[in-house]
């Protein structure tokens, strides 16, 4: 059972829109930075967003985030076939003295 | 550039240890903390603490309390996780990394990860 709660799975069709939301409470997102990882079948995650909503430099954007109190959600656009891949979402939690993820969230390209 | 190398797959026998090692290069390796951080397979990520490279000082999930040890050689820049007593369901990608989830910045790089398999 995961800290952060996440759909686990999400689908869409290509240039559609999708998001993908992240629940947890005040000792997490509610008090601290979110970030979100996409993970390709075999290979490390990759960072997509830091302190809730800025993207590092490279990633496309037509990802983005966002959060409001204890959720936070990324949003993709334009969805591709590329971006068929799982997403994790993360947060310092202030009661637990460490990092908690999502449980993934798999999203599929029709 | 940032590289995070980590050394090799590993299969160990219920109840024995194993330490993989992740060496850093391209930045000051007492700058950021260290992370570790696991896969089962088809699971998700699981964050088993951290390492202060610069003091040494140690965060472990409480998961992991008690089997987990991180270790540092700054004279070679190389961070160890070493785990204790394994369980089957040990089986696992052991990643270390830089993560962006506590610093305000993009600092995040992954290393290769590690499979240890725990099989008798």
């Known amino acids: 059972q995961s800290v952060l709660t996440q759909p686990p799975s999400v689908s869409g069709t290509p240039g559609q829109r999708v998001t993908i939301s992240c629940s947890g409470s005040?000792?997490?997102?509610?008090?601290?930075?979110v970030c979100w990882y996409q993970q390709l079948p075999g290979t490390a995650p990759k960072l997509l967003i830091y302190?809730?909503?800025k993207r590092p430099s490279g990633v496309p954007d037509r990802f983005s985030g966002s959060k409001s109190g204890t959720s936070a959600s990324l949003a993709i656009s334009g969805l591709r076939s590329e971006d068929e891949a799982d997403y994790y979402c993360?947060?310092?939690?202030?009661?637990?003295?460490?990092?908690?993820f999502g449980g993934g969230t798999k999203l599929t390209v029709l | 550039q940032v590289q995070l190398v980590q050394s090799g797959a590993e299969v160990k026998k219920p109840g024995a240890s194993v330490k993989v090692s992740c060496k850093a290069s391209?930045?000051?390796?007492?700058?950021?903390?260290m992370h570790w951080v696991r896969q089962a397979p088809g699971q998700g990520l699981e964050w088993m603490g951290r390492?202060?490279?610069?003091?040494?000082?140690?965060n472990y999930a409480q998961k992991f309390q008690g089997r987990v040890t991180m270790t540092r050689d700054t004279s070679i820049s190389t961070a160890y996780m070493e785990l204790s007593s394994l369980r089957s369901d040990d089986t696992a990608v052991y990643y270390c990394a830089l993560v962006a989830v506590v610093a305000a910045n993009e600092v995040d790089y992954w290393g290769q990860g590690t499979l240890v398999t725990v099989s008798s």
């Open positions: 993360a947060a310092w939690d202030d009661s637990l003295s460490g990092v908690v």
């Open positions: 390492i202060n490279p610069n003091s040494g000082g140690t």
């Open positions: 391209g930045y000051t390796f007492t700058v950021y903390y």
């Open positions: 302190t809730s909503n």
């Open positions: 005040n000792s997490n997102i509610g008090s601290n930075y």
